[in-house]
């Protein structure tokens, strides 16, 4: 159940980065609402990744939440906000990929 509540909290990262981007790009009220999103989702993120780690190792934990974040946040990157697509960032996305699924598989 604690991986389940790790891969939302990776999740939320994804979306208070993505929050941070559309913030990035508005202006007057609506920069402000995309910055209260950032703190409603940056918060949900923080407290499932304190849940998951009440019994998941701080190390394999944070290294798959980050790993989440990352690819998430570099893939949303590529697809909303214009990001560039190469081989090499989707090769590198891939090997993250890979990392965090075998951080998963050697963690108890």
Partial sequence: ?????????????????????????????EMYYWYA???????????????ATQTLPIGTAYAVWTGIGAVGTALMGMIFFKDPISFWRVFFISTLIGSV???KSVSH
């Fill in 37 to 51: 999103g950032f703190l409603v989702t940056m918060t949900i993120s923080m407290v499932l990744l304190i849940k």
């Fill in 1 to 29: 159940m604690n991986w389940i509540i790790l891969i939302i909290a990776g999740l939320f990262e994804v979306a208070f980065a993505s929050c941070l981007g559309k913030a990035k790009e508005t202006s007057g009220s």
């Fill in 101 to 103: 699924v075998g951080l």
